[in-house]
């Protein structure tokens, strides 16, 4: 089941920047640009799993820390020359609240 | 005689430019319809709100600003009560009640109550001589306070703040603007526009202090400084707060209407009870509260179309330019100026004109207009995107504005061929196109150098290189053959060295004045040029520039190197390689106590730990710290290791005190950062067991003295290093190998290592400068000296204290939901 879940505030990410969200389903990376948009998409580079929260924010990419390869935040697709394609999340803002749209693992109760 | 109907009652709350415009428009529509009663708690008439920067600046008087006179409202027969602050709204007897005990009843409610501005949570925010700035009492006081010319600080650096600092710079005062963020007016502008209004602030002789964090308003009974979260304290005998507005929506909560940030309200401006209206800036609607008047003058045109019993008048969301009403500064900026895959921009940047233009675009249709210098072609843009035009056919020469659409698009190089024999090609040296063509013809000069040389013309900013370029093709055909300079990236055409040139010679000191001056291609650079510019400004102006860390490899952010699972290696720095049993037993229990997975010996001469989980960081980092470690740097563009031998100290073979000399050159130098890693070398005597003549910079110890070595490598490439030269002491040793870093550091490409930057200048040309010229190298010892008071804070000991805590942790930790039984 798909919720939208708080996961912070846009103040919470420097701009230019990242912070990760641990979730069951692995971390998910979410960024701040410079124009202050909020994107989301898995922390994991397609070419070698590369952190993509720690790479360099320029525009509406990232640059993995990794091998330099250049993802977009908005489709999660490799830019350039490269191929491949990470996971996107859907996020609203609600003021400066950020919701992420997120699915929960279920685990039964005692 | 009875009248025809029997009027009903309008109370209006708040007298300022919405309620006033809605009045107007109700009085056109129905204007027998209500009987009007105003609680308005300034003392005072309608005057525009929006026109008191320019009483503030002596430019208009309050008299010129006036909306609606005194006649105006017996005109209409309206009660005002002036100076009445209602207090109360009991919305079952639907009455209003005033803070003077003034009671009226009501049909209709109408709440333009405005907003309040935010005041700073700090000590001392209500002490006197503390301003906001939000009517004509604070225009008076400030005006009162300017009578002084003393010193007044505005904290905030938006619309708002921008026109306070300058009224009050204009009355004579000598004003500092704090703005918490990077850049003036971010909301509004992008960076490069951002700095354009700082340095056109600054030239009032304003002046501008961003990323300033106020902590406290000082003083004993009134205003005397303000402090700064740095520590900086400014001498203040005025302070204007105008860092914010926020709804003011405090009755209407009261009175149990529906709130949020604002009056929460439907299209038609009704609140949640249906006989009360709201507008204004306290309104909030559709999950936004406005702070323009366009917006706010839209809302009052559907509330007296509702109150006129027009149910179908419905407020929609439009987008309004910002402008700055500063005299002599040019801005516009409306729409959405994010970036994006589905986006592209177009950037016009005229360092000379001080210009900048830029489009943001969407399906070939403009979603995002800022411009800055020029901005007659705002209301043409913005039409374009409110009639959502496509721009397909226009898009070359869109930028240039209106008067540059319709006829054929323009060839650049029939464009340059067409200019006149005196049009100017160059306008830092003043050098016009016939002199240009003139001397390439009549000197013979092939080549972009020679023109520089010869004529000076784009040997300044540069900016115009490809008119220069395009002069030479026109002159000598395909016989010219343009100088191969690699740029640095595709965000520019002007490679590493111009840049570096340029960065000096223009004094240009922040990120954003490097794209904008030097006409980057980009918005915001790229993963390639920014690093490099970040380095080039730490190295050009230590004292001055602000270090951008989000420039700045990660390794280099969170002082650690990044593996290839996403975790971290640990190196704390070994001087000279030199250790003991005390800060052996502090890595075995970090390693235990972290688990950490792999512990190893690295080939500089230190112990890496490695498989470190990011979030382990500082606390790892504070145990090596008690221990006395400091970072190792083993991740910088920065020196690394000095390896040495153990010297006189052991050796039978040993001449000099190896060990010694490699750990005070270590202390010396530190934290330096430089274009490439920098890894160093002392042995003892020439068999060399530091490995010093394949490093960056060695040294071989020798009964006579210290031969210095460098441009050595052992990486990529296998390079023995080239000699120096020989010195007689130890204090020489250390002098000439920091002179040599430090010549490097100025003239070193980003990421360019020393063997590939002496091969470039010349070693002779090196050992020159650094072994005969002892001006030159007492002037690269000094500046690089200097750049080490600001470079030598050790960053573990920094990150364990608080700094950029939030790049260790996660944002959020979203765990399991649990099953309902």
Known sequence: MMNWIEIGTINDIPRRGARCVNTPHGKIAVFRTMEDQIFAIDDHCPHKGGPLSQGIVHGAAVTCPLHNWVISLETGKALGADEGSVKTIAIRLDGDRILALLELATVAAE | METAAKKQKLVVIGNGMAPGRALEHLFEMAPETYDVTIFNAEPRVNYDRIMLSPVLSGEKEFEEIIIHGDGWYIKHGITLYKGH????????????????????????????????????????????????????????????????????????????????????????MDVTVLHIMPTLMERQLDPAAGYLLEQAVEQRGIRVMT?????????????????????TTLPADLVVMAAGIRPNAMLAKEAGLETNRGIVVNAGMQTS?????????????????????????????????????????????SETPTKLKVTGINLFSVGDLGEGDDRQEIVLRDAAAGVYKRLVLKDDRIIGTVLYGETSDGAWFHDLTKKRTDISEMRDTLIFGQSYQGGSPLDPMAAVAALPDDAEICGCNGICKGKITGAISGKGLTSLDDVRVHTKASASCGSCTGLVEQLLVLTLGDSYNPSAVTPMCSCTDLGH???????????????????????????????????ALNYYLVADWPDEYADDYQS????????????????????????????????LRAIADVVDKFAIPAVKVTGGQRIDMLGIKKEDLPAVWADLGKAGFVSGQAYAKGLRTVKTCVGTDWCRFGTQDSTGLGIRIEKFMWGSWTPAKVKMAVSGCP????????????????DSGYEIHFAGAAGLDIKGTEVLGLVKTEDEALEHVVALTQMYREQGRYLERIYKWAKRVGLDEIRRQIMQDEVKRRGYFDRFVFSQTFAQVDPWSERVSGVDKHEFQPMAKIGYQQAAE
Request: aromatic share 4%; glycine share 10%.
């Open chain 2, 497 to 531: 060295d111009d840049v570096r040139r340029l960065i000096k010679a223009k004094k240009l000191k922040s990120i954003p004045a490097v794209m904008q001056e030097l006409e980057w291609k980009t918005s915001c650079g790229c993963a390639k040029c920014r690093p």
């Open chain 2, 85 to 172: 602050k209602i207090i109360g709204i009991d919305r079952q007897a639907k009455t209003v009640t005033s803070d003077a005990g003034t009671i009226e009843s009501y049909d209709k409610l109408l709440i333009a109550t405005g907003s309040v501005p935010f005041v700073l949570p700090v000590p001392g925010n209500n002490l006197p001589g503390v301003l906001t700035y939000r009517d004509l009492d604070d225009v008076n006081a400030m005006l009162l306070a300017a009578q002084s010319r003393a010193k007044a600080v505005v904290i905030g650096g938006g619309l708002l703040g921008l026109e306070a600092a300058a009224g009050l710079k204009s009355r004579g």
């Open chain 2, 211 to 231: 990323k300033a964090s106020t902590k406290e308003i000082l003083g004993q009974n009134k205003v005397e400084g303000v402090l700064l979260a740095d520590g």
């Open chain 2, 273 to 317: 009870d249906p006989d009360i209206f709201a507008i204004g800036e306290c309104a909030e609607v559709a999950g936004q509260c406005y702070g323009l008047v366009a917006p706010l003058y839209e809302m009052a045109r559907v509330v007296s179309a509702q109150l006129a019993d027009d149910a179908d008048a419905k407020f929609v969301h």
């Open chain 2, 552 to 583: 700045r490899f990660i390794n280099e952010r969170v002082h650690a190197n990044i593996q290839k699972d996403g975790t971290y290696s640990v190196v704390p720095r070994m001087w000279g390689g030199v250790t003991n049993s005390k800060e």
């Open chain 2, 687 to 702: 068999r060399n067991c530091a490995e010093a003549t394949c490093k960056d910079v060695g040294i071989i110890c020798v």
